[in-house]
């Protein structure tokens, strides 16, 4: 007789079948804060770990009437304007071992696979646009999670930040500070964003990253202050750090004048299936037909064959591609054996 466990596999896609992680490749070491590796330098745009950008507003409500206001919690920004934008990501390079590497290089149009849980630290850039008119002083707040990463909250947690340079990689100098603005109409602005922590996600087929871009519509420093902002209060010595000046120099000039939209990564996440056969009565061979195909990596044959051993015998479906609907059939045979179950397994490990 025929055993259809078609719907215990559309159960476990829905449970556990993990999918996608862009641009790159498989992964594996412990999640943990990414290194940006930070030199508060005019010239590098990484600025370190510290607060997310809800968090930064809230610290620097009040000092300077022109930076974000009225926010007495993190998620009280909106984000309703989105100007700026990140329109494509680059991957140039992937460590299963550390944020410091070895780097496998990726090429380009490559894809990363990872599984749920898996950690990759990825060399990543990003491509800003502007679709307004001139944008001052723009951030970067990259959630950093200790424990799921990029897959955290932009808005209120732990967050890399980042800011473009001046005359840079396609930013502008508008307002004579040292953080980088975006002419309206000026094309694409590259951002380094060093080596992010991925934990790679369940429950979807790509890795995506949690991320808010801030910026200023005016130009007007004497009111707003200049970037970075180590003196907000103007009391004539720096009050705080250059890397936090940084950041609340590129807050957003209204809670509306932000962006909170994650962005892709090339990297496919990928589930697994484990069909078991449990026998009564003894011992033996057992044949499966499968419409996995391709589905999988590697390739299950059509039909494959499970062999009992105590009374037990299972076929591991590895690297399952995510969103795909899956039908593995047992096919028919008479002896007592039979008097058993069949069922699937799923996870992530």
Partial sequence: MKR???????????????AACSDNTTIAPRPGLASATPSFDFSVPANGNGACMGNDGVTADGLVSNWISGNPAPADVNCTSNDISIATTTVVGFSFVSAQGPFTPLPAGQRITCT????????????????????????????????????????????????????ANGSTQKDGDFCGDMSQGS??????????????????????????????????????????NTDPAKTGTAQITTAQGFRDGTLPETKAKCNC???????????????????????????????????????????????????????????????TELQVLEMEFETSKDRGEVYAEGGGD
Avoid: M
């Fill in 4 to 18: 259809n466990v078609l719907g215990v596999l559309a159960a476990l896609s829905i449970l556990g079948l993990y």
């Fill in 116 to 167: 749920p849980g898996q950690t990759i630290f990825a060399q990543t850039s990003a491509q800003l646009q502007n679709s307004a008119q001139d944008r001052y002083n723009i951030g970067v707040w990259i959630a950093n999670d200790p424990t799921t990463g990029v897959q955290g909250s932009a808005v209120d947690g732990a967050c890399l930040h980042f800011n473009l340079i001046p005359g």
């Fill in 187 to 228: 094309g694409l602005a590259s951002i380094d964003l060093g080596a992010l922590t991925i934990v790679c996600p369940a429950g979807q087929a790509t890795v995506t990253v949690n991320n808010c871009i801030g910026w200023e519509n005016s130009d007007q420093t004497t009111a707003r202050g200049s970037c970075p």
């Fill in 261 to 323: 939209t994650p962005f892709l990564l090339p990297i496919d996440v990928r589930g697994k299936i484990t069909i078991v056969k449990n026998t009564v009565g003894g011992n033996g061979s057992f044949q499966f037909t499968s419409d996995v195909g391709s589905n999988s990596n590697p390739v299950v044959s059509s039909p494959f064959t499970i062999t009992t051993v105590s009374n037990t015998g299972s076929q591991l479906i590895d690297q399952v591609v995510s969103g």
